[in-house]
T-cell receptor, first 111, second 117 residues
Framework: GQQVMQIPQYQHVQEGEDFTTYCNSSTTLSNIQWYKQRPGGHPVFLIQLVKSGEVKKQKRLTFQFGEAKKNSSLHITATQTTDVGTYFCAGVMDSNYQLIWGAGTKLIIKP | ETGVTQTPRHLVMGMTNKKSLKCEQHLGHNAMYWYKQSAKKPLELMFVYSLEERVENNSVPSRFSPECPNSSHLFLHLHTLQPEDSALYLC????????????????FGEGSRLTVL
């Protein structure tokens, strides 16, 4: 079936280090969305990418959509404690507009 | 405050109980969704309603029964659940069902944490 693979499952970083999560789809995506879920919270929409090769920035967050529209990444520069949470990608399938979710990457700041 | 309100926030039930989860959205959206979130798994879409009509049912067991009396309210009726049904149940809404037609942003409620004993 259609899948969106997201890696890594966890990433432990020191505060101030960078963080990256990657999503890969088995099929071409119409667009891809990114969400953040704080511990004990609910997913909150961050951004949507639509165009091939698109790059968008939100302060320290950089989102990329691959040229083939099958992969995407989220990079956080100089992580802060407020960045803690799980980051999910969700790809909209080109064929049927179904939203397929990645399993999420949990960002953990080392004490 | 997301504009999507879920009650109860926590629910513990036995396998023979009947309970319901409620969701209300104050955003004027036309589509509403039930998702199941289990640890270390992707969000699982259960049901989608668009303009009060069920448009998607992802092979969910019949012990889960959705109801959408109007475009602002969504219920999930629970009956004879199993322990493996314990999870966070998330309600969401979006402007339209055809996600590609607009920003496609989903607005989630805070979830109902369900424990089945």
């Amino acid at each position: 079936g259609q899948q969106v693979m997201q890696i890594p499952q966890y990433q432990h970083v020191q505060e101030g280090e960078d963080f990256t999560t990657y999503c890969n789809s088995s099929t071409t995506l119409s667009n891809i969305q990114w969400y953040k879920q704080r511990p004990g919270g609910h997913p909150v929409f961050l951004i949507q990418l639509v165009k091939s090769g698109e790059v968008k920035k939100q302060k320290r967050l950089t989102f990329q959509f691959g040229e083939a529209k099958k992969n995407s990444s989220l990079h956080i520069t100089a992580t802060q404690t407020t960045d803690v949470g799980t980051y999910f990608c969700a790809g909209v399938m080109d064929s049927n507009y179904q939203l397929i979710w990645g399993a999420g990457t949990k960002l953990i700041i080392k004490p | 405050e997301t504009g999507v309100t879920q009650t109860p926030r926590h629910l513990v039930m036995g396998m023979t109980n009947k309970k319901s989860l409620k969701c209300e959205q104050h955003l004027g959206h036309n589509a509403m969704y039930w998702y199941k979130q289990s640890a270390k798994k992707p969000l699982e879409l259960m049901f989608v309603y668009s303009l009060e009509e069920r448009v998607e049912n992802n092979s969910v067991p019949s012990r889960f029964s959705p109801e959408c009396p109007n475009s602002s309210h969504l219920f999930l009726h629970l009956h004879t659940l199993q322990p493996e049904d314990s999870a966070l149940y998330l309600c969401a809404s979006s402007q339209e069902r055809s996600i590609a037609a607009n920003t496609g942003e989903l607005f989630f409620g805070e979830g109902s944490r369900l424990t089945v004993l």
